[in-house]
Nanobody, 127 residues
Framework: QVLLVESGGGLVQAGGSLRLSCAAS????????MGWFRQAPGKEREFVAA????????YYVDSVKGRFTCSRDNAKNTVYLGMNNLKVEDTAVYYC????????????????????WGQGTQVTVSS
């Protein structure tokens, strides 16, 4: 069983910044890619960012490119999502997730690509 715990959410004004953290339990964290998703009220969960197991590759949805940065520290079993120039439309519950395979190749952007999920952390951006 893998436990993922997000933190760092909160209320911020448009243009502000936040950094989300996701701490993972277990000894296999460095073997798996990780992803960040978000879900706004009444909407489906959507992909935000992903990072490969060694942190050498990242991938972002177009709407956050240039504003969000995904990173990880395998020594601390933690993955991060740095968010700058936040917009009202970034308001959502943000979830981290562990990819279901250790394979480097393949999809990273579908909900079904991940098998363990955190409980989520609320990010609210006010105008």
């Amino acid at each position: 069983q893998v436990l993922l715990v997000e933190s760092g959410g909160g209320l911020v004004q448009a243009g502000g910044s936040l950094r989300l953290s996701c701490a993972a339990s277990g000894r296999t964290f460095s073997s798996y890619g990780m992803g960040w998703f978000r879900q706004a009220p009444g909407k489906e969960r959507e992909f935000v960012a992903a990072i490969s197991s060694n942190g050498g590759w990242t991938y972002y949805v177009d709407s956050v490119k240039g504003r969000f940065t995904c990173s990880r520290d395998n020594a601390k079993n933690t993955v991060y999502l740095g968010m700058n120039n936040l917009k009202v439309e970034d308001t959502a519950v943000y979830y981290c997730a562990r990819r279901s395979t250790t394979r480097y190749s393949g999809s990273y952007s579908r909900v079904s690509d991940y098998d363990y999920w955190g409980q989520g952390t609320q990010v609210t951006v006010s105008s």
